[in-house]
């Protein structure tokens, strides 16, 4: 016999499908939830519809967007000039978070991974070819991970676009900002050695 | 400017307000969400919803029900002479699980709690009494938690149900199973030794 009400078991059970929530914190979840105002659970129900229902692709990019263009695409104070290129939309987040971007985004929605089956077909790369011939963009910076996946997508994308004459530049790698050598990996630091500055 | 579409930033502040979720995970959960097939959304959206509109409180004993009684109330297989007692709903799931129990169960709905301003009046005490005064209850277990609180309450309703001639029973307290005697601390020895039982 199941120990709660069946919604309280349907609504676990579809609790548990989200990612990081588990049998523990689902039941946690519904208990509050059982507690709460009528008013915040249904405005979370609502939430979750319209946002399924409104969001969709920008056109132009692939990031998410209410309408044909992303907030990024349609604001003209930002600079069609330099387009960087991530992996993911949640890419974006860290990069616009860095304050050192100004320029448009591509999401590729994905990376070459010849061991999860992602092909170069799999990615969203006819839409930034297609911008870059336009005429407009003079830099893209491939901000794909730092992963054996992403290094090879960056460098499968610097063989497209550079005979297009565009400058092609890859995101900086090493040690990160706060980070202690000690516990740095070996390639990583080798990054960080190929990667260096002179001091001025 | 925020980064994402409103209808997303809305989905994350509404899921930020659950326990145990904070941004990064509720940005997680919607990123999965927009990627998710839409009958997965406006499931767990119909659910959420049913669960606030079906699920009340037992009539007899303040558990979860859909209905009057609760399916523990409700039980022909369940014996009534038992009444475990406990402060919140979510402390019947580890009774149940122990498998040791087959009574009714009772829920306060809290417990004594000075600090949190939490008096007599604020408890279900009164439909429990009634049920003793019914007859046919032969023994109540208090398993409030071993707490400070839950000490109290456990006194005080001691107290209300002595005089009615019902045996009033604690749960046992002392070293959790699997537990290290090295890292228990001193006032769980305490009851434990006190809680001593002859090897037979």
């Known amino acids: ?3 709660f009400p069946a919604p309280i ?3 676990i059970e579809d609790l548990k499908k989200l990612p990081g929530i588990g049998p523990k914190s689902a039941q946690r979840i519904v208990f509050h ?3 709460a105002p009528a008013e915040q659970v249904s405005a979370l129900s609502l939430s979750l519809q319209e946002m399924k229902r409104s969001v969709g692709r920008c056109r132009r990019c692939n990031y998410f967007a209410v309408g044909e263009l992303c907030h990024f695409c349609a604001d003209p104070n930002r600079s069609h000039a330099v387009v960087c290129v991530v992996e993911e939309p949640s890419a974006i987040l860290p990069v616009e978070k860095s304050g050192e971007f100004k320029g448009m985004y591509h ?10 089956g992602v092909s170069a077909e799999d990615l969203q790369v006819d839409g930034l070819l297609e911008r870059i011939r336009e005429g ?3 830099e893209v910076i491939i901000a794909t991970n730092p992963t054996m996946d992403g290094e090879a997508t960056a460098l499968y994308l610097y063989r497209l676009i550079k005979p297009l004459g565009c400058r092609v530049t890859r995101i900086g790698m ?3 900002v706060g980070g202690d050598l000690e516990y740095a990996d070996e390639v990583t630091l080798a ?3 190929i990667g260096r500055r002179d001091l001025s």
Chains 1, 2 share one sequence.
């Open 174 to 176: 090493g040690i990160p």
């Open 9 to 11: 078991e349907k609504l």
């Open 1 to 3: 016999m199941p120990i």
């Open 33 to 35: 939830l059982l507690k």
């Open 107 to 116: 999401v590729l929605m994905g990376s070459l991974s010849p061991v999860h």
């Open 136 to 138: 407009g963009v003079e």
């Open 191 to 193: 990054r960080a050695l």
